[in-house]
């Protein structure tokens, strides 16, 4: 009986053993395949979830950006960062290389330059090839975070220039072995947006950090309208009406430039003014060759439970979700139940770090109450006046 116990407790160890080496060889595996991201809007995922509008997205990448594929699920790579981190990324963004000079066994970072032109500052980090990345956006203190995949810091030159004009500091921290953490400190309370790329000259990754606008004047802002959905995408649709989501975002959205235009901006870009078919990429694209200083995508919400009802502004990163609650604030005016203001929503929208974005769920198709008022023009009028509050009541608070 004793004998048996101890037998099995030594059993239990040597399982518990190679339990351990099991996990060992998944964190720090050496096998896999290269690859680099491919098309015009590649993109990281944390994970395998999946909701409405896709599992949630950790960045945008650059096309050419080196990744080792270590595991695949469905249509998905997933693929190793550094030694603790993974992440997951479609099979059609990517395709297999082989390069020519071996990584280094331990990649190391190279000088970092900080510097502007006439519109924007930048921070340019050198590496020794096309290293994954991800930017997080952290207020109060206004910062900006970089974090390289893959490199470990041999940055001993850091050259910041006074034609820096946001970008208050630069410096950064070794987080992990093999992740390198950049800092960006940066003047005021506002984000204003950033855009990551690497530059023409080969290894060096851009952090492109927009500068405030010149004037607080609404008259002087490039806002881009986007309304929602189009041609084939028609959205939600009335549950009495019937009438189509698209055909009244449109509606709103011509609003809102006329009232802007009221105000005397001659600066307005829309992203569809008649009902055309218009995907999520081709409208990021074209809103990000018009870099607007801000822009706000007008939908119209639905629920299966009819009883559901309001007004609500959604935003993915934290630094822009000032201007969400500033047209919120506006839009309850209205007498619209508040559904919310809701951070980190997968839209693919909201999904830009190159401007402050806000999406308006202006209220509920499914809802007769709510229904009855989207119908109505004078209705949208109001929604565009309350929208231009918002803006400009957030324009006027930004520090
Ligand atoms: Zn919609």
């Known amino acids: 009986m004793k004998k048996n116990k101890f037998l099995s407790i030594s059993l239990l160890w040597i399982l518990l053993f190679s339990l351990h080496i099991r996990v060992i060889a998944q964190e720090s595996p050496v096998s896999g ?32 950006v080196l990744l080792r594929v270590v595991d695949s699920l469905a249509g998905d790579y997933i693929v190793q960062l550094s030694k603790q981190h993974r992440a997951y990324i479609s099979r059609s963004s990517v395709r297999p290389v082989a390069l020519s000079r071996p990584l280094p066994a331990v990649p190391l970072s190279g000088s970092i330059r900080v510097h502007g032109d006439d519109r924007y500052d930048y921070v340019r980090i050198s590496l020794p090839e096309k290293l994954p990345y991800r930017s997080i ?81 609404i008259r002087k802002l490039r806002i881009a309208i986007d309304p929602g959905h189009g041609g084939s995408n028609t959205g939600a649709a009335g549950t009495i009406s019937k009438v189509l989501e698209k055909d009244y975002t449109l509606l709103m959205a011509k609003e809102l430039e006329k009232a802007l235009r009221k105000k005397g901006n001659r600066n307005l870009y829309m992203t569809r003014i008649t009902d055309t078919t218009l995907d999520m990429p081709a409208r990021i694209l074209a809103l990000r060759a018009i870099d607007p200083d801000l822009m706000v995508s007008i939908h119209l919400n639905s629920s299966s439970v009819d009883t559901i009802r309001g007004t609500s502004t959604f935003y993915r990163h934290i ?3 000032p201007l969400s609650q500033a047209i919120l604030k ?70």
């Open 33 to 64: 395949f290269l690859v680099r991201t491919t098309g015009a809007l590649p993109f990281l995922e944390y994970g395998p979830g999946d909701d409405r509008l896709g599992g949630a997205k950790m960045t945008y990448l650059d096309s050419q």
């Open 137 to 217: 956006m952290r207020p109060e203190p206004n910062r900006l975070i970089v974090d390289v995949f893959g490199v470990t810091s041999n940055t001993n030159w850091l050259t910041q220039l006074r034609s820096a004009r946001v970008i208050r500091n630069t410096w950064y921290e070794q987080l992990e072995d093999d992740v390198l953490r950049i800092h960006i400190d940066l003047q005021g309370s506002q984000q204003w947006g950033h855009l990551l790329y690497y530059d023409s000259t080969g290894n060096r990754l851009v952090v492109r950090v927009r500068r405030p606008p010149v004037s607080k004047d």
């Open 319 to 321: 630094g822009f979700r």
């Open 330 to 399: 506006r839009m309850l005016e209205l007498g619209l139940e508040e559904y919310g203001n809701v951070g980190h929503f997968n839209f693919a929208l909201s999904g830009p770090t190159e401007y402050p974005n806000c999406l308006v769920e202006v209220a509920f198709l499914s809802n007769a109450g709510d229904e009855r008022r989207i119908l109505q023009p004078r209705f949208h009028r109001d929604v565009a006046k309350k929208i231009t509050e918002g803006i400009q009541d957030w324009i006027r608070s930004v520090r």
